[in-house]
């Protein structure tokens, strides 16, 4: 998923990401090559994979001020579903 719009943040802040992330939708087996990676900026800071049910994560970044928040992910036939994301100052 592409943003839509830089995030409104600060340089030098530290922020908090959070979602819930759930590859639960297919077997197992189906599943064990889902992948999401969370891109801050265009860099990957955080990636999961294979089956799971919903889980919370957390990924901790600092701000470089107007950021750009990503997911990106694939491996047919998996899927891979994300849901209240979030951004906080830590």
């Not at 592409?2 to 030098?12: D, I, M, Q, S, V």
């Not at 908090?16 to 992948?35: L, M, R, V, W, Y």
């Amino acid at each position: 998923m592409a943003p839509r719009k830089p995030l409104k943040t600060t340089k030098g802040k530290k922020y908090a990401i959070t979602f819930f992330q759930s590859s639960s939708f297919s077997s197992p087996e189906e599943e064990a090559n889902a992948h999401v990676d969370v891109l801050w900026n265009g860099k990957v800071v955080f990636s999961f994979g294979g089956f799971s049910q919903w889980t919370f994560e957390q990924v901790k970044v600092t701000g470089a001020g107007n950021d750009k928040l990503a997911f990106r992910g694939g491996a047919a036939p998996a899927w891979t579903f994300i849901d209240d994301i979030a951004l906080f100052q830590a």
